[in-house]
């Protein structure tokens, strides 16, 4: 079957950490950019960053960027997404996807991170 499955999410105190994964199967990673996305409920989907192909090279949203960390492991065909110093503002369904950018060939079904205060 071919799919994005993600992982990692769950409930986590402010200041704390969660690292998702993000997981394809029936298909190759190797030369697609991945990006991950997220909507809390009653806003908009906002996208949070995006890896290149090789790992190379990521851009984040102005809103994570020095806290949250992207990489890819090819071998396994998985991208990660590393989420330090969490706020309740990062609270949202997240979701990775690939190519980073309109039109996309894959979506997962979304991992909900929940940050409390």
């Known amino acids: 079957e071919v799919q994005l499955v993600e992982s990692g999410g769950g409930l986590v105190q402010v200041g704390g950490s969660l690292r998702l994964s993000c997981a394809a199967s029936?298909?190759?990673?190797?030369?697609?950019?991945v990006g991950w996305f997220r909507q809390a409920p009653g806003k908009e989907r906002e996208g949070v960053s995006c890896?290149?192909?090789?790992?190379?090279?990521?851009s984040y949203a102005d809103s994570v960027r020095g806290r949250f960390t992207g990489s890819r492991d090819n071998a396994k065909n998985t991208v990660y997404l590393q989420m330090n110093s969490l706020k309740p503002e990062d609270t949202a369904v997240y979701y990775c996807?690939?190519?980073?950018?309109?039109?996309?060939?894959?979506w997962g079904q979304g991992t909900q991170v929940t940050v409390s205060s």
């Open positions: 996807a690939a190519p980073c950018s309109y039109p996309y060939d894959y």
């Open positions: 029936g298909f190759s990673l190797d030369d697609l950019a």
């Open positions: 890896i290149s192909k090789s790992g190379g090279s990521t």
